[in-house]
């Protein structure tokens, strides 16, 4: 035997495989010994082993064969793979936490009532978890950033959300804007270059680090752009003071909702308007039940949001303090073609998901592969409403 060679056996047994395995992935080309002697016996490198170890890895991650023979390492699709799992391990991390603090409460209990209140300490598991998810999802803006991307990626409509709703502003120069919850900043973002240059425009966050990410992708000498933390149910700006409000899609985190809508009308000027956009019950719900059919303990949202302030109920809650309360239906849908692309969203989402996928995420991420197939269809159902 060649110096530096393996043979068959000896490259299955460092590989922890069997020769089985081995000749199967020769045989479809997944992994091709570096040296053949005319006898036909089969000699492996060091770096076929690389190979070998990129291929169980792979694997593991929850790659299909036809994947791995297709994906360089430097491939986006494994790079999101990478980063997905990452992801999960953070979860798992964040879980394990909440479980230690669980499991003091419950020896607690016993010590003091000779048992424990399982039911209860069930809800409070599920509930407190949830709950943690949704303060997470705000920490930064990169889940905001996943969640858009999805749309921005696969909408059917030509017209993208985001200058859809800069049209039905009616934004003119000279005005005084204020945004809240302005998450990543892409409505002004992407609406850049039909702003006027005479223009007062307040984004406000009531997240820091929000804030923060989403100053730096502004030009710091724009002086049209200022920046504010802001607490919804209390605005820091005098009565009557600002020409227009937008809040798009963040109402209904408003721990009062009925005090935001008031706040929001204390500060706008006489004739101003409120432009908020949401969603209505149909909204994204393949994804759901695609959800509830791999794990049916899985809701991706800690509450229906669109029950709190939807399409269906907004009109009711804004009219106690506008005269003209007019919605506007946003005409979409997504048509996703990628697994990576609906994997991250769904990940991003501020449900219970990835306590249940972390210990399953190779078979979560096939069924994804199932589900999409050559393309998934999404409904959307949202839109604006416009209040005066």
Request: with cysteine.
């Amino acid at each position: 035997m060649k110096n530096g060679y393996y043979t068959s056996g000896a490259f299955a047994k460092k590989a922890h495989v069997t020769k089985k395995t081995l000749r199967y992935y020769n045989d479809h080309g997944f992994l091709t010994p570096s040296f053949v002697e005319e006898n036909g016996y089969k000699l492996y490198t060091d770096k076929d082993f690389e190979k070998m170890q990129r291929i169980l890895l792979l694997k593991y991650l929850g790659f299909s064969l036809e994947d791995i023979k297709n994906t360089e390492p430097e491939n986006e699709t494994f790079l999101s793979s990478l980063k997905q799992q990452l992801g999960l391990l953070d979860e798992r991390i964040k879980q394990m936490t909440l479980v230690k603090e669980i499991l003091k409460d419950t020896m607690e209990e016993v010590r003091q009532k000779g048992e424990a209140d399982w039911t209860r300490l069930l809800t409070e598991v599920s509930e407190t978890g949830l709950k943690k998810s949704l303060m997470q999802q705000y920490v930064d803006t990169s889940n905001i950033s996943i969640r858009i991307r999805l749309h921005s990626l696969y909408s059917q409509n030509t017209e993208k959300w985001f200058p859809w709703i800069y049209r039905n502003c009616g934004i003119r120069s000279g005005k005084t804007i204020l945004e809240l919850g302005c998450g990543n900043g892409d409505f002004w973002l992407q609406n850049m270059d039909a702003l006027p240059q005479k223009i007062k425009i307040i984004l406000s966050d009531n997240s820091e680090g929000v804030l923060e990410e989403t100053k730096e992708c502004f030009d710091s000498n724009d002086g049209r752009f200022s920046f504010k933390l802001i607490n919804m149910e209390e605005i820091p700006q005098p009565d009557s003071s600002v020409d227009m409000v937008i809040a798009n899609h963040v109402l209904f985190y408003a721990s009062d909702m009925l005090k935001a809508i008031s706040e929001i009308r204390r500060v706008l000027k006489p004739g101003g308007t409120f432009i908020c956009s949401t969603y209505g019950p149909k909204h994204m719900k393949e994804i759901s039940d695609m959800m509830k059919q791999f794990d049916d303990r899985i809701v991706l949202a800690a509450k229906d949001l669109y029950e709190i302030f939807g399409k269906t109920n907004g009109k009711s809650m804004l009219e106690k303090e506008f005269d003209l309360v007019e919605w506007r239906d946003y005409e979409d849908s997504l048509y996703v073609t990628d697994e990576n692309d609906l994997i991250d969203y769904i990940l991003s989402c501020h449900g219970n998901q990835n306590q249940y996928i972390v210990d399953n995420y190779k078979e979560f991420r096939t069924f994804v592969q199932m589900q999409v197939g050559k393309g998934f269809h999404i409904t959307k159902e949202a839109g604006i409403f416009l209040c005066r």
